[in-house]
T-cell receptor, first 112, second 114 residues
Framework: GNSVTQMEGPVTLSEEAFLTINCTYT??????LFWYVQYPGEGLQLLLK?????DKGSNKGFEATYRKETTSFHLEKGSVQVSDSAVYFC???????????FGPGTRLSVLP | DAGVIQSPRHEVTEMGQEVTLRCKPI?????LFWYRQTMMRGLELLIY????????DSGMPEDRFSAKMPNASFSTLKIQPSEPRDSAVYFC????????????FGEGSWLTVV
């Protein structure tokens, strides 16, 4: 079946540091890939997505590129802010199923 | 556009009581999901529906949990009787058929069973 693996957290960075959160997936076929963000006390919100190989999703300074050869979708941001502190979930949809598969989430804390 | 609407937002109940959580998906969406989130277990899929029909309920913890979707615009998740270990945030989410389509989450129902 489909699955998503994310790097373990928590990740703690200083403001303006570079961020990478690794995500790899296993799926049959050609899934779509997503990053969701959950701020404290809120639901999950779509951050960005990519629907085919080599696509780059981007939003709010975050980027992720769909790499089929390495089955990865790593999240990056060049300069994080305190307001980026949240839990980030990698997810996939499609391939062999219609339901979404979420990774375990990575908690990010950005210190001023 | 209205998003996924859940109620109640917060509920505190005593052990043994019945709890009913409600969800209105985004109009036109044909998939509806119920998730549970806890610190220990993270985000767990409980059940999902397609066109109001339950497709996979393998994540429902036990017989105390039940979910229904009587029509395309309403779903309930019921816990009877409730136990302290059911304390969690319960999310409802909806999406459209198709592998490119995004899943949209409600703001969650924060349940505390004392």
């Amino acid at each position: 079946g489909n699955s998503v693996t994310q790097m373990e957290g928590p990740v703690t960075l200083s403001e303006e540091a570079f961020l990478t959160i690794n995500c790899t997936y296993t799926a049959t076929g050609y899934p779509s890939l997503f990053w969701y963000v959950q701020y404290p006390g809120e639901g999950l919100q779509l951050l960005l997505k990519a629907t085919k190989a080599d696509d780059k999703g981007s939003n709010k300074g975050f980027e992720a590129t769909y790499r089929k050869e390495t089955t990865s979708f790593h999240l990056e941001k060049g300069s994080v802010q305190v307001s980026d502190s949240a839990v980030y979930f990698c997810a996939l949809k499609g391939g062999s199923g219609q339901n979404f598969v979420f990774g375990p989430g990575t908690r990010l804390s950005v210190l001023p | 556009d209205a998003g996924v609407i859940q109620s109640p937002r917060h509920e505190v109940t005593e052990m043994g009581q019945e709890v009913t959580l409600r969800c209105k998906p985004i109009s036109g969406h044909d998939y509806l999901f119920w998730y549970r989130q806890t610190m220990m277990r993270g985000l767990e899929l409980l059940i999902y529906f397609n066109n109001n029909v339950p497709i996979d309920d393998s994540g429902m913890p036990e017989d105390r949990f039940s979910a229904k979707m009587p029509n395309a615009s309403f779903s309930t998740l019921k816990i009877q009787p409730s136990e302290p270990r059911d304390s969690a945030v319960y999310f409802c989410a909806s999406t459209l058929e198709g592998w490119r389509n995004t899943i949209y989450f409600g703001e969650g129902s924060w349940l505390t069973v004392v």
